[in-house]
Nanobody, 122 residues
Framework: VQLQASGGGSVQAGSSLRLSCASS????????MAWFRQAPGKEREFVAT???????THADSVKGRFTISRDNAKNTVYLQIDSLKPEDTAVYYC?????????????????WGQGTQVTVSS
């Protein structure tokens, strides 16, 4: 399984971004997919996850602003980020699990993309 994240950038507070993560190798529709983020000097933290049937869970800190979705025909998972805040500045990583459930910890996801930088200025 190979994951390629894209869509990050440098934006002003209040802006929106849509991150994408394209998967290759294997059967994407059978994967649980997730987004995590890591700010400078901090541990990688859970953002959102989406199950094989499309059910999603979001971290409390991003509920109402972030939306995870997937397009199995395009082998891609998305993260729509609205009303960006400076504290959202981080490298955003997509992750995949083939056999697990839609968990919130990094060790539940064996496959990771390279990350895409999101920088939000006030």
């Amino acid at each position: 399984v190979q994951l390629q994240a894209s869509g990050g950038g440098s934006v002003q507070a209040g802006s929106s971004l849509r991150l994408s993560c394209a998967s290759s190798g294997g059967t994407f529709s059978t994967y649980v997919m997730a987004w995590f983020r890591q700010a400078p000097g901090k541990e990688r933290e859970f953002v959102a996850t989406i199950s094989r049937n499309g059910g999603s869970t979001h971290a409390d800190s991003v509920k109402g602003r972030f939306t995870i979705s997937r397009d199995n025909a395009k082998n891609t998972v998305y993260l729509q980020i609205d009303s960006l805040k400076p504290e959202d500045t981080a490298v955003y990583y997509c992750a995949a699990s083939i056999f697990g459930s839609a968990g919130r910890t990094t060790n539940e996801y064996p496959y990771w993309g390279q990350g895409t930088q999101v920088t939000v200025s006030s």
